[in-house]
Structure formats: C-alpha cells, structure tokens
C-alpha cells in the first residue's frame, strides 16, 4: 500500500480511490493506448469536485470539463483523482490548503512545495504517471524540484486556461509534472493548441517539437542567497552540461530583482478580482442566511471560508489597484513585466536558454516554514517568479540531492519555444540518473 | 442650469457580449451558461458584432477614435452581478470628445463605451427588508454607454436630445426596444453643486424625473438651503427623487484590465467604416437640398424611411415644394396601404404626380388616383399616356367648330363636347380629366 | 500600511477582519510593501500590455450556441422556482 503522507496529497474521490491504487500497484493493469493522469485541483473536471484547495469551493461540482482534461480523456486518459494545493494557487509549500497538508515523498516532516504540491507528489510516486498541474508565479518548477520530478510550465496562453479556476490570468499557466521525457514528448502536444473557449490560447504559432540548447545564459543575480546544496548540486550540474556539449555564459539580468513585487502586485490584483465572485450565493459554500444585508451576507461567507493566506493576498490585491495607490503598484507592475521580457529577450539573442537552480534551498521542513514571515515566502520565488511573470516556457529537471533530498534546476526559454526545453530534458536525463521514493507494497 | 447625461442602451447582437447564450431568454436563468454566471474556470469572448456596432456608434457620434483599446474590471458586490465585477472599459473607451446635433443646439459627448449587462432583481418581501430573488438572463447583454457633457440647459432638451439619439440609432444599428428600455443616469444643477439621479428608465421618466429634480432644486435655492451632492433616485410612482440609500461607504471600484480578452485594433475598422445616412441627418440634407421646412422633412422622413425615398424621386421630378405638398398630403394619407407596393407603384405616382403639375390632370383628380393605387383599380394612369383621349378631343372639336364658337361666350358649350368623350372613352377618363382636356383644347382654338 | 488602512480594504474587499488579525496583516502588508517599493526605483516606460503575449482582434462572431444545460446550472445554483435567490438588499 502507498505510505499515509501521500494520501493526504491526493484527494481521489472515494469510488476512484480503489481504481487509483490498483493503477499504482499495478500501471500495466490499464489497456494498451490508455494512460492515467491527475489533475490539479484548480481543473475542473466532470464526476469530481473543483475546490482549489479552497473550503470557499467545498462541494462544488463544476457542469464542464476544463479544455486539457477533456483533451486528454479524449485520447484515453483516465483521471483518477484531483492533486491537492495551497489555496486557489496561494502558495510556495501547500501549506496553505483547505484540506490537508501534502508531504514530500522524500521525507514526510518536508513539504512538497507548491502549489501544485499534490500534483508533484503524485508524479514522484508514480510510475508512468501524468500530472497536470497549474504555475501562477512557479507553482509546476517549484514542487516539482522539491518532489524530484520534471515540471514543464509551456508558454502563458500555449494551453487553454477554460476550466482553470483563475489565480491571475494574466500569468496562469496548465503544465505538467512528470518523470520522464517521453510523456512530455507525448503529452504536450496533446494538451496544447488553440481553443474557441480561451481568447488568449488564440494567438500561438504551432507547436514545434524540435529545438535544441546548445548555449544556456546563468544571470549572476540568479547565484545569490542560495543555501551551499543548492549552489554546489548546481553548479556541477552546469559543469556536467559543458561536458555534454552546451556552451555556458555568464550574464547580468539586473531587472530581475523587480520581478517578485511585480508579480505579486499584478497577481494579487487579479486574484483579488478573480476571488470576488466567492460570496455565498450560486456555487461553492451557500450563505442561507438571506436576511442579512448584502454586504454581511459576502462578508461573513467570504471571512469563514477564505484561507489566512487568501485573505492576505485580497487584502494586497485590493490595495494595489485602488484609487490614488493604482498607479504606483498595478499599472507600474504591468510596465515592469514588459521591462522583463525585453530582457529576456535580449539575454535569447545569444543563447537558447536562462539557467537557473529552481529553488534557493531544498523542500524546507514544516517547522522551518511555520518561522517563516509572509515576505520571506514570497522571497522564496525569486528563481521562479521571472519567467512566470514573463510568460516564458521554463522547466524543473532533477540535478542533484542532498541526504537524499532533490534539487532541482530551471531552463528558461524564449516564448513558444517549449520544444528546446523537452530536447534538454531528453538529453539530461540521459547523463543524470533520477531517483525516486520507494513505494512500499 | 446644466444637465449631463449617461445614457445606457443595448445593442441588438444575437449572442451575448462574452458568450453564445441568447439576448432573447424567456423563462428566468433559461438563457445562461457558466460565462454569463461566472463560475470559475470560465472565460469572456468578445462578440464581433457588438464592437463593431460601439464602434460604429462612437464614431457616428463624431468621437476622436482610440486606435487601440481594452476591457476593464470594475470590482464591486452586489446580487445581480455574478462576478462581483463588471466587465466594461475604462481608461480606453472607443471614442472620446465628439458631439450630437439637436437642431441647432450642440451636445458634447465625451465617451462612448461598450460593456456587460449585470442580472436582473425582483425584490421579494416586505418594503424595507425584500431579498433578491435573480434572473441571469440579462447578465452579460451588451451594452453601449454615451456619456454626454452637462450642455444641456433643461428637462426638455434632455427629452429632444434623447429623443433624437435614438432615433438615430435605431436606424443605425438598428436598436430595438428603444424609449422603454433605455436606461439614463442623469446629472443636474441648478446651482452650483450637482446632483446624479441613477439609473431612470425609459424617455419620459427621465424628463419627469429631471423636472422633479430640477423644481426640488429651485425651490431650495429659493429658500437659501444649500444643495448636496448626492446621488438620488427616481420614485415613477410618485414622480419625485428621493435620495439614494445611503452607502456604507465610498465604492472603490479598483480597475484593472481584463487579462482575458486582449486587445483591439478599432482604429483600422472605424476608418473603414461608412456611416449610413441617418433619419436626423436625411431630413436636415431633404430640407437644405430642396428648400422645404425642416419640421416638414422630419416628418417625411420619420414617418417612413420609403416614403422619404418617395419624396425624394418626387422632388427630382417636380421640385421640392410640390414634392412635400404631395408627399405630405394624399401619400401620407394612404401610406399605410402604399407602403408595401411602394417600388412597384413609384413609376404610377410619379406619373400621376407629374401630370398634375404639368397641368394635364387636375390636383383632385391626382388625389383621388393615387387613393384609389392600393386596390389596384386604374391601373392604366393618365399623363402622358392619355394619347387616345387628347386625340378624340381633338376630333371632336374639328367636327363641331359651332361649339368653338359658342364657348366664347359660354363655357358650358363644351359640355355637349364632354358629354360624348365620356360616352365614347366608357370611362376610362374622369370626367374631371375630360373637361380639364377638352378646356386646355378649346382654350387653344380661340 | 496601518491597522486603518487595512480595515479600510478590508471593507472594500467583504472581508470582515478580528482585532487581531487586523494588526496582523497591517504588519505583513507593512513588511511586504516597503519590500516592493524597490518598484519605484525600476525605469518608467510608458508602453504596456494586460498579459506577457500579444493577444489582438480575438472575437467571436455573433451566433448564438449552448454547450451547457441551464436546468443543470439552475440545480448547481440551488435556485428557487427558477430563481437565484440573494440576500436582503438593504
């Protein structure tokens, strides 16, 4: 039987959880063509709840399938649960969820990171298995490097946001998580592509599978304030690379440090928009305490059910765009973004890849994470947020473990260039051996 | 005294503004989806033809025309609106600073918009405690918001400027519904501090409600009691503002743009785009063109947009003048029965018209044909085609040279003459016709 | 960011906070923000976009569809006689 901690990572529905065992005892057990797969919670899907992590959501049942899960049915997939997360996406550990804390498969007293936390644990556990999973601000490169799984975040609008429950839309993006190459190579195409029902999936060129890095960039910026495992597993892994053959150069991204307040200004703007539709009427938790006033009436639903952290990013996300602050926070953070991208795209005229470690440190414990103040988490994200904000492909590979626990790295490629980044991960996986926990019958 | 107004209607689309759902539900929440009612995971896209319609109207409104724009959300929580946000356009409407012709009198218009429509409330219960009871099928209907400048100086041009805009729109873009669906938030002050009555429904409650205002305003001024600025609303059963409920505090609706729609391009397409001409500004060219009364070309014109096409082929033919005393006249008056053979019976007209004024055929002869047109009896039109009648009063005359002679004297000689034309032509001329003819005939040999 | 301010957003937001976490966030939001004002060091540009991609002149034409049910929204919404019903509007 799988080990406690990662049932509290996946909240498979009761019916489907028997299924679910069964397929990880035995993967060959599903026909050949067919395949199973998670999603994250924030997806909705017809037969399962839709929470995000969210008490905001409990009991809801969306009436559609969001755009990748249907995609995927379609071709034989075969969802067997819903990966749990920090509240709608509010998260770098999944600590923040309404519904259990996961735990990393590694060593159950660490996180999993998140927010797609659910979604790494269930790729690292296991075998053969899709997970989707959802990044805002590095919600796939962050699990994914504390889980010790590949976490592939495609080009903001590459894939269809229908039926994602919004985080902030300017920045989500539906990825996956998973151990090998190979389901990149099988599953990217599949979920990608323009939809009638995603006005921003509309604009993409077609997806091209080829590519190559044959010259990555490492910004200095991105080599401070890293803890010494970190440093050290990355910087063999880069040696590693020149001796495959990928050229390295150093380069200077001084915008990057404005990366974490413009993101989390334009996410918490959106998401305190996104947030406001949560009131107790129509769909999720039900206030039927209908002689109040209207505003008790939200009020008391909203100040119930929304998480500390929720709240925390309302409270942020409503400041920042209101009158007489809307300037120096919102629009400014909308100008930086464009700022950010114009740097990446001048560091891409000369190579095919930014590298980075993934995380500053390693899955932290859950003791270590109770110290931590609200900052110091966003500061966290200081490796992942940039090319999240910048709407860039990026992925998480394994490239390294301290006492066992994973490290991981992350390659950022120019937008709609997702091809060069599976292309690396072929070809890392071939020189770097990945490890993963041992699931005890 | 200045009145400013916001003036929201909607836009005859098929689907709504963000989604395939009808605009036409019948029965409550019947005409929704997950768009419309914001469930999550749910997302806007924007319908063609209601941004080309913004469009069109922003710039028929002589707007300065943004090249680029966007959508907004404005945040704010109340029943109707699924959301709690509004999707609208904020800092880049479709048009800015353009204005509006009421007769002479200039109204600036200072921005034009489109947005969605929230739901729709039945408030069920006891006066002061009703709870809402919501219809969705509103929700997400487009919208065109024209937000006026304060030019106007009484409820009664409020009314004609009202008035006159939707006339204009229902021929542009064809809006429907129109005095009664309109919904106006109307700005006034008669002093100096303004007040703002929110969301009036129809044409002649607006001008009812401002008249209210403005008198409740004067009366105040009058009595040396200060004006505040508030927002009130307008009681239609009472026919007063009261003021508006009290709010908790100031909303603030903390805008930011809408991540989910993009961007357009509207400069290129409001270039492209012809407006067609008007009724307002049909009428106004009619009576420059022609030389008749502007309150004359008004009604052609918005009595029937054919029958203005009637005046103006009309006019071509027989000039301005004789073209709006008939046009106004026997094609009015029948016009109702006209109208649907109106092409077909042009030609017939024309002729008939043109006979009168050429003197071949008397005025109520002229009248009574173009009566008798619907039912399709004489069909054969006089005119130019009386050939055969000119040629046997011709005969006739030659024949009978003593009744030349005697009409000299007495005009009632020719009345033998008549008498046998119409015994001759079985009826196919009216005896008006007839005696016209002969008489220009005997005049002629005298 | 003080304890007013933040009750203040918190109104506008629908948030009812306790005394306690009001100061509490007053003092995270505090931390956070004097944190993000190296924003206002970063080099003012004028042109912006809504989203990281250029997404232009994407419309749909005008016809109506249903890929929904609106009995099953109706059920989700657990209307009354056809009707959502809300709270008092007062």
């Given amino acids: 039987m799988i080990p406690f901690p990662t049932v509290d990572g996946l909240q498979a529905l009761d019916e489907r959880h028997a299924v679910f065992c069964e397929r990880i005892e035995d993967p060959l057990a599903l026909e050949h063509g067919k395949f199973h797969f998670s999603a994250k919670d924030n997806l909705c899907a017809r037969g399962f709840q839709a929470r995000a992590g969210s008490r905001i959501l409990k009991g809801y049942r969306p009436p559609f399938d969001a755009t990748p899960i249907r995609k995927l049915r379609e071709i034989g997939g075969l969802l067997i649960g819903k990966t749990n997360m920090d509240e709608f996406g509010f998260g770098t550990f999944s ?45 796939i ?22 039926g994602l429950i919004d985080y902030g839309n300017s920045l989500d993006k539906v990825g996956l998580l998973t151990r090998t190459a190979r389901d990149l190579e099988r599953y990217l ?22 590519g190559e890095v044959a010259t990555v960039a490492v910004p200095a910026e991105a080599l401070v304030g890293l803890s010494p495992e970190v440093a050290s597993s990355f910087a063999e892994a880069v040696k590693e690379l020149g001796r495959n053959g990928v050229k390295v150069r150093e380069v200077r991204m001084p915008s990057l440090r404005y990366a974490i307040p413009a993101y989390y200004i334009l996410a918490t703007s959106e998401a305190s928009t996104n947030l406001a539709r949560y009131c107790g009427m129509r769909f999720g938790v039900m206030n039927h305490e209908f002689d109040q006033g209207f505003n008790d009436f939200f009020s008391e639903t909203r100040s119930e059910d929304f998480g500390p952290e929720a709240k925390r990013r309302i409270l942020l996300g409503t400041f920042s765009r209101m009158v007489g602050f809307r300037n120096r926070y919102y629009v400014k953070a909308l100008q930086v973004r464009q700022l950010i991208i114009r740097e990446y795209r001048k560091v891409f005229e000369s190579c095919d890849a930014v590298l980075t470690p993934t995380m500053p440190f390693i899955a932290p414990r859950f003791d270590e994470i109770a110290r931590m103040r609200p900052l110091e988490m ?44 599976v292309s690396l991960a072929r070809s890392w996986e071939e020189s770097f051996h990945y490890r993963f926990p041992e699931v005890t019958a | 005294m200045k009145i400013g107004l916001e003036i929201h209607v909607q836009l005859p689309t098929r689907s709504k503004l963000f989604c395939g759902c009808s605009t036409s539900g019948d029965a409550p929440n019947s005409s929704v989806c997950p768009v419309c009612l914001g469930f999550p995971g749910a997302r806007p896209f924007l319908n063609r033809q209601a941004l080309e319609m913004g469009v069109l109207i922003a710039k028929f409104l002589n707007c300065k025309m943004s090249d680029r724009v966007w959508f907004a959300r404005k945040t704010y929580f109340y029943p109707d609106l699924p959301k709690n946000f509004q999707i609208t356009q904020y800092d880049s409407p479709l048009g800015v600073d353009g204005h509006f012709m009421v007769g002479e009198k200039r109204v600036g218009i200072w921005r034009v918009h489109i947005e969605e429509d929230p739901g729709r409330i039945r408030r069920v219960g006891r006066s002061g405690e009703e709870v809402a009871m919501v219809d969705y099928d509103r929700s997400g209907i487009p919208l065109v918001e024209i937000v006026t ?25 064809g809006v429907t519904g129109e005095e009664q669906t309109m919904r106006v938030d109307a700005n006034v002050s008669v002093g100096e501090e303004r007040v703002e009555i929110k969301n009036i429904t129809g044409l002649k409650n607006v001008e009812r409600g401002l008249r209210s205002e403005v008198t409740r305003q004067t009366k105040m001024l009058a009595a040396k009691k200060r004006i505040v600025r508030e927002t009130r609303h307008f009681d239609e059963e009472r026919g007063v503002t009261m003021p508006g409920r009290e709010k908790e505090f100031e909303e603030d609706y903390g805008y ?45 014109v918005l009595t029937d947009w054919a029958l203005a096409d009637m005046f103006e082929a009309l006019a071509a033919k027989v000039g301005g003048e004789a073209a709006m005393s008939w046009t106004m006249g026997p094609l009015s008056s029948s016009w109702k029965d006209l109208r649907e053979k109106a092409s077909e019976l042009r030609e017939d007209i024309i002729g008939i018209v043109t006979a009168v004024t050429s003197g071949k055929m008397t005025d109520s002869e002229g009248r009574m044909r173009i009566s008798a047109l619907p039912s399709g009896k004489e069909a054969a039109a006089p005119g130019e085609d009386a050939g055969d009648l000119d040629a046997l009063i011709v005969k006739l005359v030659d024949e009978h040279p003593e009744v030349v002679r005697d009409y000299k004297g007495n005009e009632r000689a020719a009345n033998f003459l008549i008498g046998q034309v119409m015994k001759a032509m079985k009826g196919k001329y009216s005896s008006k016709v007839v005696a016209e003819r002969m008489k220009m005939e005997l005049e002629k040999r005298l | 960011m003080d304890r007013e301010t933040v009750s203040k957003v918190a109104k506008v937001a629908r948030l009812r906070l306790t005394d306690e976490e009001t100061e509490q966030y007053a003092a995270d939001l505090e931390d956070i923000l004097s944190a993000f004002s190296v924003l206002d060091e970063a080099p003012a540009i004028e042109e912006y976009d809504l989203g990281p991609i250029k997404v232009e002149d994407v419309l749909r034409e005008d016809v109506v569809y249903r890929d929904s049910d609106p009995a099953e929204l109706r059920e989700i919404m657990g209307t009354k006689d056809d009707w959502v019903r809300g709270p008092r509007l007062s």
């Fill in chain 1, 95 to 139: 600590t923040n969820s309404g519904f259990g804390i996961p735990r990393n498969p590694f060593d159950t007293e660490r996180c999993c990171g998140g927010s797609s936390g659910g979604a790494a644990a269930a790729a690292s556990l296991i075998p053969e298995h899709l997970s989707l999973g959802v990044s805002t601000g590095g919600s």
């Fill in chain 1, 141 to 162: 490169s962050c699990p994914a490097s504390f889980c010790g799984v590949i976490g592939l975040t495609p080009t903001y609008g590459r894939v269809s946001r229908w």
């Fill in chain 1, 189 to 210: 195409p599949v979920i990608s592509g323009p939809d009638a029902k995603d006005p921003t999936s509309q604009s993409q060129p077609v997806l091209d599978m080829r």
């Fill in chain 1, 378 to 421: 966003y500061q966290a994200d200081f490796l992942t947020v940039p090319p999240n904000l910048a709407g860039m492909p990026h992925i998480s590979l394994p490239c390294g473990y301290s006492r066992g626990i994973p490290i991981g790295m992350q390659a950022v490629a120019p937008q709609w260039a997702e091809g060069s980044l």
């Fill in chain 2, 149 to 173: 400048a304060p030019d106007m100086t009484s409820p009664a041009e409020a009314r004609d400027f009202l008035t006159d805009l939707i006339i204009e729109l229902r021929r542009l873009i």
């Fill in chain 2, 256 to 300: 930011i743009g809408e991540p989910d729609l993009g961007t357009y391009r509207i400069g290129p397409l409001a270039a492209s785009m012809a407006i067609p001409e008007t009724p307002l500004v049909r009428a106004a060219r009619l009576s420059k063109e022609w030389g008749i009364a502007a309150p004359a070309a008004r009604q052609i």
